[in-house]
C-alpha cells in the first residue's frame, strides 16, 4: 500500500510546498490541510501554536502518512521539536531548507528574512543560518500584514502591492543580496515582493528546498513511490472551504476538491 505524504499549514501557505512536491515527486500522494479557520498563526501566542499543530498532527496520523511535512514556518519555529518527539515518522519543516538554499544564493553573505511575528521572534532562522555560516549577516523583519492578504485571496491586487512597499520599508537601505520568504504564504505575493526589493535581491522560497529534503529521506527510507499511477490529493480545510478552493486551484493549476472539517464537531484526534 502506497502512504501518503501529510503536509499542514495555517491556511493556503503551504500549497507553496504542495505544489513543489507534486513537480518533484510526481507520482506522490498529499494529504494536505489548511487550517484557514485560525489563521494568522503568527500573531497568536506559541501555546496555541503548539496546540492547534498538536491537534491538527493527530487528524491526519489517522490516514497513515509515512511522513508529516509542517509547511509552516511559525509552526515549526515553535513545535517542530515536540512534534517530532510525539511520531514515529519523519517530520520535516521549513526553515533548515530555507536557511540552506539562501547561504546557496548569497554572495556577500548578507540575508534578509520576512516572517510572521512569531517566526521573527523565536530568532529560528538566524539560528539556522549561523549554525551553518557562522559569519553571515541576519537582518530580519516581521510583516504581519501579509499573510490576511494571501487567504482573502487578495495577492494580486493593488492593495497587495501598497501593503508590501509599506511593510518592506525598513529593508530599503539595507545590504542584503537575497530575501528568505520566511512564511510559506509569501510566494503569492512574489512579483509584488520582486519589485519593491529590486533585481539585485534574489527571493528565497524554501519550497524547493523542502521538497528535496523529503525526497532525500524518502530514497533512504525506500519510501518513494513507485506505483507508476497518478496519485490522488486530499485536501481538508477548518475554514470557508470556496475560498480555499479557488486559491489552492488558482495557485495548483488543476482542479480539486476540498473537504471541510469542523473545528466544533471534532477534536481532531486520530481516535
Known amino acids: 500500500m502506497q502512504r501518503a505524504i501529510a503536509i499542514l499549514d495555517s491556511g493556503v501557505g503551504g500549497l507553496t510546498v504542495a505544489k513543489e512536491v507534486m513537480r518533484q515527486l510526481p507520482q506522490e500522494e498529499i494529504i494536505y490541510f489548511g487550517d484557514n479557520a485560525r489563521a494568522p498563526y503568527g500573531p497568536r501566542a506559541a501555546d ?42 519523519p517530520v520535516v519543516g521549513v526553515i533548515h531548507p530555507g536557511a540552506r538554499a539562501a547561504i546557496k544564493k548569497t554572495k556577500n553573505g548578507c540575508v534578509g528574512v520576512i516572517g510572521t511575528e512569531n517566526t521573527i521572534r523565536s530568532g529560528a532562522y538566524q539560528q539556522a543560518l549561523q549554525s551553518i555560516s557562522p559569519t553571515i549577516q541576519v537582518v530580519s523583519l516581521a510583516c504581519p500584514k501579509l499573510v490576511p492578504l494571501v487567504e482573502n485571496r487578495m495577492f494580486r491586487s493593488e492593495e497587495a502591492r501598497q501593503v508590501v512597499a509599506e511593510s518592506l520599508r525598513p529593508l530599503a537601505n539595507s545590504p542584503i543580496d537575497c530575501l528568505i520568504l520566511g512564511c510559506t504564504h509569501y510566494p503569492f505575493l512574489a512579483p509584488a515582493l520582486s519589485e519593491v526589493v529590486g533585481p539585485r535581491v534574489s527571493l528565497i522560497s524554501s519550497a524547493d528546498e523542502t521538497a528535496r529534503e523529503i525526497s532525500a529521506i524518502l530514497y533512504h527510507r525506500g519510501q518513494l513511490a513507485q506505483s507508476g499511477k497518478l496519485p490522488v490529493h486530499r485536501f481538508f480545510c477548518s475554514g470557508n472551504p470556496g475560498v480555499f478552493q479557488a486559491i489552492a486551484q488558482e495557485w495548483l493549476g488543476e482542479q480539486i476538491r476540498v473537504s471541510p472539517v469542523m473545528w466544533q464537531m471534532t477534536r481532531l484526534s486520530a481516535e
Open 48 to 89: 496555541e501554536v503548539m496546540e492547534f499543530t498538536e491537534q491538527i498532527v493527530g487528524y491526519l496520523l489517522q490516514f497513515q502518512p509515512k511522513m508529516i511535512v509542517i509547511a509552516c514556518n511559525t509552526a515549526t519555529a515553535i513545535a517542530l521539536q515536540r512534534i517530532r518527539s510525539q511520531v514515529d515518522i
